[in-house]
């Protein structure tokens, strides 16, 4: 199961920082990938962290974001810095637990709103 937090209404060139909460799995051992979806658009892969090895962001985040881990409380974090209106989306963590790209547990997700 997981559970994201933290998400809500910010100006832009703000900072918000989500949290995903990861039970009956061990993060270290799982890719985890942070996603968003803005209505009428595609959802995106916008942060991942495999078990091993550097974390890769979209493009359109790289810069600004930065998802990390903590093993003891079983949690992902996406920290998201100078934050721009076309941020704004639901944010959703996956889990992959043989990391090939095939997401099989979500969370509910979080809303992320940038606006002045």
């Known amino acids: 199961q997981l559970v994201e937090s933290g998400g809500g209404l910010v100006q832009p060139g703000g900072s918000l920082r989500l949290s995903c909460v990861v039970s009956g799995a061990t993060v270290e051992y799982y890719t985890i990938g942070w996603f968003r979806q803005a209505p009428g658009e595609e959802r995106e892969l916008v942060a991942s962290?495999?078990?091993?090895?550097?974390?890769t962001y979209a493009d359109s985040v790289r810069g600004r974001f930065t998802i990390s881990r903590d093993t003891a409380k079983n949690t992902v974090y996406l920290q998201m810095n100078n934050l721009k209106p076309e941020d704004t989306a639901v944010y959703y963590c996956?889990?992959?637990?043989?990391?090939?790209?095939?997401?099989?547990?979500w969370g509910q997700g979080t809303q992320v709103t940038v606006s002045s």
């Open positions: 996956a889990a992959d637990e043989y990391g090939n790209g095939r997401y099989d547990a």
């Open positions: 962290r495999r078990r091993a090895g550097a974390p």
